[in-house]
């Protein structure tokens, strides 16, 4: 398994941008898929947007497709989430995910490491 840190969070004003970045520990960083999730008070987790280890391939979740950005730097163990437009209704603790093989990215049941996540707030 790895261990998963995330950081970045904040405040911030609808419409501005932030990136976050998870950064992980342990060896095989490149042979996991991760994924960034999202929990509002309240609400469930729900999935924010992925991306594999081989490939790259990314999938979004509809509620922010064109506005943020997944990607990853295997040298630096690390993926990052450009999140850009932000609305109010982003405003939730982020998580990274990590998972071995192919399945469905967007569940979270599919990942065996979690991070603590990171505050994300966005006043409007």
């Known amino acids: 398994q790895v261990q998963l840190v995330e950081s970045g969070g904040g405040l911030v004003q609808a419409g501005n941008s932030l990136r976050l970045a998870c950064t992980a520990s342990?060896?095989?960083?490149?042979?996991?898929?991760i994924g960034w999730f999202r929990q509002a008070p309240g609400k469930e987790r729900e999935f924010v947007a992925a991306?594999?280890?081989?490939?790259?391939?990314?999938y979004y979740a509809d509620s922010v497709e064109g506005r943020f950005t997944i990607s990853r730097d295997n040298a630096k163990n690390t993926v990052y989430l450009l999140m850009s437009s932000l609305k109010p209704e982003d405003t939730a603790i982020y998580y990274c995910?990590?998972?071995?093989?192919?399945?469905?990215?967007?569940?979270?049941?599919?990942?065996?490491?979690w991070g603590q996540g990171t505050q994300v707030t966005v006043s409007s």
């Open positions: 995910a990590a998972c071995l093989g192919i399945g469905n990215y967007a569940s979270v049941g599919r990942y065996d490491s």
């Open positions: 342990g060896r095989a960083f490149s042979n996991y898929n």
């Open positions: 991306i594999r280890s081989s490939s790259g391939t990314t």
